[in-house]
């Protein structure tokens, strides 16, 4: 029986299907690829789940005077794509708690 306009039941159902549709959303990002350059596309990295899957560095950009200039390269495209990857989640996440994702 409701108490002041408040129904528990209600509630448990909305809180059980949120729960549902997260997990749902989950699923389907980490299923996503993220993909991100540096260097004007000199170096390309894709991630999938948090884990590397594919690098691309285009041959003129390998100077074996410059190995340093190529790591940089290759962290800020690896690093922009993880950063893509977490702006998504937290955004889809957002979207379906309306911003109270950290009490699920």
């Known amino acids: 029986m409701p108490m002041g306009g408040f129904n528990m039941n ?3 159902k909305q809180a059980q299907k949120m729960q ?3 997990a749902k959303k989950q699923a ?4 996503m690829e993220f993909t991100a350059s ?3 596309g000199a170096v390309t ?5 948090k884990q590397l899957t594919a690098l691309t560095i285009k041959p003129e950009v390998i100077d074996p005077e410059d190995a340093e200039m190529l790591c940089d390269l290759v962290m800020a495209a690896v690093n922009e794509a993880m950063k893509q990857s977490d702006d998504t989640y937290t955004a889809e996440m957002n979207k379906l708690t309306g911003g ?3 009490l699920f």
């Open 100 to 102: 109270m994702g950290g």
């Open 10 to 12: 209600n509630l448990m």
């Open 20 to 22: 549902q549709d997260m």
């Open 28 to 31: 389907e990002l980490e299923e």
């Open 45 to 49: 990295a894709t991630i999938k789940q």
């Open 38 to 40: 540096a260097g004007g």
